[in-house]
């Protein structure tokens, strides 16, 4: 009998496409000479520019503010001179940018300072520290992280998750991080943990990452209450409501949060960002990024700096491969497509990922079978050919009775469709006309 592996039910298992990336060692990729910043990389109100065309900036240095509760203050990730403010392109489309001309020299900001020890610091001063790093969720989501950590005093937490799934195909950056850097997981994770006052800590990571799997084993050998729970390889094991219900066997309420089930979910990634924060003061001015896709002459990850093109990362991996088809921020199920390459990494830029215009060609839509798979396959127990066919007939009231909103468009029923129906897009769209009519209500 093999160890116990971790699952949920649903789910798909599409190709990994991981060994382009996989055994490649982080590298730092070269500093940018010009930055393209935008004050809006989370979710949430978007910062307030607080440097001025002509300003000499530090590395660290804010230079977008947060305005509300829910957003992330915005840090410079070069030394140079502020030589626009306006509107630029971004990874989610035209947004306030700052952009930065580099001058080389890559000096940090005087007030970055490393925390003397962060085991005697009080709880509220750790969570401050976080916030003004500007973290946010390092997988993709980028929600704030200083919000998970301050949860309503009625609902108590009472276990931390780190999510080292990674099941996105295509996708290595978690993968590295946990083998090249453990400790520095745990730090966050132990951080994290001290914030809520929690004594239990799981890190979740899929059975096809077993050299992860013993770093990360290593690294919590002498941590009581931190645990490493392996989980069967399946897609989409990273979503935080699966990832709670494989490793605690928790079922968070359709529309709640992690918190009514006492659990916090947060990336790898995310964990190492606090660690950076709190134990050498450097807040959010670059992350890992994996690079890959068949029209990549040279996959890799790298360590890139915020505001660095996507034209400019390409190139130093080798450039593009034959003509590219296809361009997304993220991985092939749930990454952003983008129709340009002059957009900047972003804190939520866990991949570039270009295929060829073979991969990305797609097929031809049938007429459903009603075959039932795309219900079998959905992780939420969702009827996805009925909110589909709603969606599509332009009946989004009917959609969202069928629970449109629960769906947390993983396109593992598009994946799975036999007649290749546009699923996940037909609900992706019935539910932004159901969040556009209740906004207006």
């Not at 500007?134 to 989501?141: E, L, Y």
């Not at 290595?172 to 943990?193: F, N, Q, S, W, Y």
């Not at 029923?413 to 996940?424: D, E, I, N, Q």
């Amino acid at each position: 009998m093999g160890e116990k592996l971790f699952t949920f039910s649903g789910g798909i298992h599409p190709p990994h496409f991981k060994k382009q990336t996989e055994k490649f060692a982080l590298q730092n990729a070269e500093l940018p000479k010009m930055v393209t910043i935008p004050l809006q990389q989370h979710i949430g109100a978007p910062c307030q520019p607080v440097v001025a065309v002509g300003d000499l900036v530090k590395v660290g240095q804010v230079i977008g503010e947060a305005q509300a509760f829910v957003s992330a203050p915005i840090h410079s990730s070069v030394s140079g001179t502020v030589k626009k403010i306006g509107k630029f392109l971004a990874p989610g489309g035209s947004t306030t940018c700052v952009v930065i001309e580099a001058d080389g020299e890559d000096a940090w900001d005087e007030s970055i300072q490393p925390t003397e020890n962060w085991l005697q610091t009080e709880a509220k001063d750790l969570l401050r520290i976080v916030k003004e790093a500007g973290i946010t969720g390092m997988g993709g989501a980028s929600f704030p992280t200083h919000v998970k950590l301050s949860p309503p005093k009625d609902k108590p937490i009472d276990v931390v998750i780190l999510n080292g799934a990674e099941c996105e195909p295509y996708l290595t950056a978690d993968h590295r991080l946990m083998l090249e850097m453990p400790e520095k997981v745990v730090t966050g994770l132990k951080i994290m943990m001290r914030i809520l006052g929690v004594t239990t800590g799981y890190i979740g990571i899929e059975n096809n990452k077993m050299d992860a799997v013993a770093a990360m084993q290593r690294a919590v050998a002498d941590e009581p209450g931190i645990e490493v729970r392996v989980m069967q390889v399946k897609y989409p094991q990273g979503d935080e409501k699966r990832l709670i219900n494989a490793t605690t066997g928790r079922v968070v309420p359709s529309g709640a949060l992690p918190m009514e089930v006492g659990a916090v979910v947060s990336n790898v990634g995310t964990a190492a960002a606090i660690a950076t924060a709190v134990v050498e003061g450097k807040p959010v001015i670059e992350r890992i990024v994996t690079i890959t896709g068949s029209a990549i002459q040279e996959p890799k990850n790298l360590i890139v700096r915020i505001g660095t093109q996507f034209s400019e990362v390409i190139e130093q991996c080798g450039g593009y491969k034959g003509t590219p088809g296809k361009l997304l921020m993220g991985g092939p199920m749930m990454g952003l497509a983008q129709y340009t390459d002059e957009v900047p990494v972003i804190k939520g830029t866990s991949g570039i990922l270009v295929l060829s215009e073979e991969d990305a060609r797609l097929p031809e839509p049938s007429a459903c079978i009603r075959c039932g798979k795309c219900i079998d396959a959905c992780p939420i127990h969702l009827l996805p050919l009925f909110i589909s066919r709603y969606s599509l007939n332009g009946d989004f009231e009917a959609a969202e009775k069928y629970r449109a909103m629960d769906c947390i468009q993983c396109g593992s029923c598009s994946f799975v469709c036999p007649a290749k129906r546009p699923l996940v897009e037909a609900i992706r769209v019935a539910r932004g006309e159901i969040i556009a009519k209740r906004r207006k209500g």
